[in-house]
Each structure stands twice: as C-alpha cells, then as structure tokens.
C-alpha cells in the first residue's frame, strides 16, 4: 500500500461513524480515518469481526466497535448516541453495510431481493435519519457508499441494481434537504476493487480476473485506498463546497457500459 497523499491530521479532532465498517471497503476508510487522527466507531452485526477489527485500528489510533443492525431504526439511534457518548458530537457519517449475492430474477425468492433493499436503502435511511441530529452543524457530512449497478444494469443482480439506484438518490435528495444545516451529502462508487468479497464473487478465478481486467480503461484493479482516499477528500475541508455527487471511483469501467463486462462473465 502506497503512503497516503494527504496531510497528516487531516481529520484531527473528528469523529466518525462508519456501518459495515468491520471489513472491505468501508474498513480500508476506517483506517485511512483514524490514520489522519480522528475517532472512529465502526458498526457491525458480527461481534467477533467487529472486536477483531478495531484490535486492527487501535494500533493507529482511536477507535471502538457498536454492534447493530441497520434494518432496525431503534438500533442505530443507541449505536450512535453510543458514540456521541464516548467521542463527542459526530462529524462523519459513512453509510457503507450493504448485501449482495449473484442470483437470476426468476431464481430469487421476494425475501432475498427484499433483504438487500431492506440493508443498503432502508438501513442507509435508518442511519441518516437517526444520524442527522448528531450532524446538524456547519462541517458535518455524508458519505454512502453505492455501486455501478446503480446506473449499470448488470445480470444477476437486479436486487443491487434496484438498493443502489435507490441510495444514489437518496443521496441526491439529502444533499438539498440537509444542506440549510450545513451537512454535506455525497456518494462513493466503487469499481472492481482487488482483495474485497465483491471481486471474489465477481471474479473467482484467474481466467476471469483476466477477462474483466481488459474491460478497465486503466488497465488494473482499483485498491482499497484509492477508494479511502477519495473518502478522506470528501470528508475534509477541502469538499467543503462539493454536496449531491456521485463520486465514481472504477478506473474507467463505466465509461463502457456494463457490455465488456457482462461478456467477460459469460452473459
């Protein structure tokens, strides 16, 4: 992993919140987060991964786990005000628990495809609704993270396709109402990003990693710090007049449309 291009304490003085934050993408921010010296709580249903994963942050910095689960509203109004508790008023909030598995529409039950809408738009939802009167301040800000399939539509995954659509305008719409209270709004879209549970469904073998790498314009697989890193702009003072984006961040690949990519899986 290259060395981060920001500042060091970039985020000094923060605290942040951050939900599927106990692997993947979303712990890559946590630690680029704590690395540039704020607080982070990380939320998660799995206990035994939550515990593991800040043992990993601690050793850069300040962090602690809440266990929740973003379907339930109630919930993720305690795991927050656990964390205001703990750190202070809350400045990041990073809506990044998400579900996905590749299924065909006619091989999905109506509870699995509602079990995805169910954790990516209702659970980014209950978050931000119970997150907004911990943010309401000049400074605060938003971070969710989407996907391609929200503009790409892409088979096997007309659940996803449907969640993220969803969140991305979500993000839209907060970004107008939020703003009047100084709270930034935008989204990350990841591409095909190495060493996550996404690519080893999307790509569980070789010939396959293969076959997608030649649908990337840049020619590689993006990391998790480039996503981390696009994080850290958008959570800093520097984004501070950038709200309803659609961050992507996929080396290219939309560029394309879903075709390339589509027939590198077999469709």
């Known amino acids: 992993m290259t060395q981060s291009v920001f500042r060091d304490g970039l985020l000094a003085g923060k605290v942040a919140f951050i939900t599927g934050g106990s692997s993947g ?13 704020a607080k982070v709580a990380i939320n998660g249903r799995n206990v035994e991964k939550l515990e593991g994963a800040v043992k990993g942050l601690q050793a850069h910095g ?11 509203y109630d919930a993720m109004e305690k795991a927050l005000q656990t964390t205001r508790d703990t750190y202070g008023e809350i400045d990041i909030l990073v809506c990044g628990a998400a579900g996905n598995f590749p ?12 079990s995805v809408l169910e954790i990516d738009v209702l659970g980014t939802f209950n ?17 969710n993270i989407s996907a391609p399939q929200a503009y790409l539509p892409m088979a096997m ?34 591409g095909p990003i190495d ?6 469904r999307l790509a569980p073998g070789e010939d396959m990693r293969e076959k997608l790498l030649g649908a990337l314009p840049l020619g590689r697989f993006g990391t998790k710090q480039d996503i981390s890193q696009l994080a850290l702009f958008l959570a800093s003072d520097a984004a501070a007049y ?10 290219g690949q939309s560029l394309l449309g879903s075709g ?3 027939r590198a899986m077999g469709f």
């Not at 299924?103 to 509602?114: Q, T």
């Not at 060493?195 to 080893?200: C, I």
């Not at 950038?242 to 080396?251: A, I, Y």
């Open 195 to 200: 060493d996550t549970e996404g690519m080893r």
């Open 62 to 72: 300040t962090a602690l786990g809440v266990a929740a689960d973003v379907r339930q």
């Open 127 to 143: 978050t931000c609704r119970a997150a907004f009167e911990h943010l309401r301040k000049p400074g605060a800000c938003v971070l």
């Open 260 to 262: 390339l990519m589509l």
């Open 25 to 37: 993408i979303n712990l890559g921010i946590a630690e680029a987060f704590v690395k540039a010296g």
């Open 242 to 251: 950038v709200t309803g984006s659609l961050m992507v961040c996929d080396g």
């Open 157 to 190: 995954q007309s659940h996803v396709c449907a969640a993220k659509a969803g969140v991305d305008m979500l993000t839209r719409t907060l970004a107008i109402e939020w703003g009047g209270a100084g709270v930034r709004v935008n989204s990350i879209t990841p």
């Open 103 to 114: 299924a065909p529409a006619v091989g999905m039950s109506s509870n699995a495809f509602r």
